[in-house]
């Protein structure tokens, strides 16, 4: 099943994804239930919340509601960076492939969801997309093995990192500042739930930029698959439930290109992978009050 966080009339809820040949529509759990996505995760409840779902008539249209990032409460937000094998070698520096995946942290406000647009700031406009898989965090953990982490996955989701290439490179040994602007980036459009995947090693990835594909790439040739990255995380974190971690993105990004193709105002930007569904956002500049 697919869970959805949104706003209707201003206000912050959550509920089932249901579709049908008249489009998508949406429950309302908070109204009857309260409490947010997450916290069924952490219930390690995500069965009850399918039964009370299926019970539910949806109540509102895709027209009606405003697409959230679907884990609004998590703590943590753990980025992977070079993970598949051809993106190493788009490098063009002869290095060997890594141990150890690359690890990086974001927060929740450098990210807007599904339909809005991911905002170019005045700083800089070397705006870059990068289409990922990112794996929701269902049971926390510490020094989890890597033949239990699949068991550790409430469920999936995709992200639009956005990503700002000069300030990737403002200082010697980080790249927060690059990853981290204001709305710069994309996570949507819901949670699919970890039953609905059959394979974590065999996943889909493609990101399209005006229509045109871009990215395109199969999780088998992830550097570090899914449970290493689970295992390796939870060696010096502690995972928690609702914790997102993106998975890196494929070769293709915009940078990559000569001369490189940054996003503009008006682009759109699609990430379709794994079964969840299709990520979509547009571009616009911030606008400066002064």
């Known amino acids: 099943m697919k869970f959805a966080t949104y706003k209707v009339a201003g206000k912050e809820t959550y509920g089932s994804v249901v579709e049908s040949d008249e489009g998508l529509s949406f429950t309302d759990v908070h109204e009857h239930y309260g409490q947010d996505l997450r916290y069924w995760i952490e219930k390690d409840a995500l069965g009850e ?11 509102y249209k895709e027209k009606d509601i405003e697409y959230l990032v679907p884990i609004q409460s998590g703590e943590k937000i753990i980025c992977i960076g070079v ?20 690890v990086f942290l974001r927060y929740l406000d450098s990210f807007v969801g599904h339909g ?10 070397k705006l870059d997309y990068e289409g990922e898989i990112v794996i929701i965090i269902g049971k926390g953990g510490r020094r989890i093995p890597k033949t239990a982490a699949l068991d550790h996955i409430a469920g999936l989701t995709l992200m639009n990192e956005g990503t700002l290439r000069d300030w990737v490179r403002h200082a010697k040994f980080n790249v927060t500042q690059g990853k981290n602007f204001a709305k710069s980036g ?37 550097m570090f698959p899914f449970d290493y990255i689970i295992s390796y995380l939870s060696s010096f974190m502690m995972l928690k439930p609702g914790d997102m971690i993106s998975t890196g993105t494929p070769n293709g990004a915009g940078a990559r290109f000569e001369p490189p193709i940054y996003l503009v105002p008006g682009d759109v930007v699609e990430v379709e992978a794994a079964g969840v569904g299709i990520l979509r956002n547009g571009v616009e500049d911030e606008i400066i009050n002064i």
């Open 116 to 125: 809005h647009n991911m905002v170019r700031p005045p700083e800089s406009d």
């Open 49 to 59: 919340l399918k039964q009370i779902c299926t019970d539910l008539d949806p109540k």
């Open 83 to 102: 993970n598949y094998a051809k993106r190493n070698a788009e490098y063009k520096d002869n290095s060997e492939a890594p141990k150890y995946p690359s």
């Open 186 to 222: 994309v996570i949507g459009p819901w949670m699919m739930t970890a039953d609905e995947i059959n394979d974590y090693a065999n996943l889909d990835i493609k990101t399209r930029v005006n229509g045109e594909v871009r990215q395109n790439d199969n999780t088998s040739n992830l």
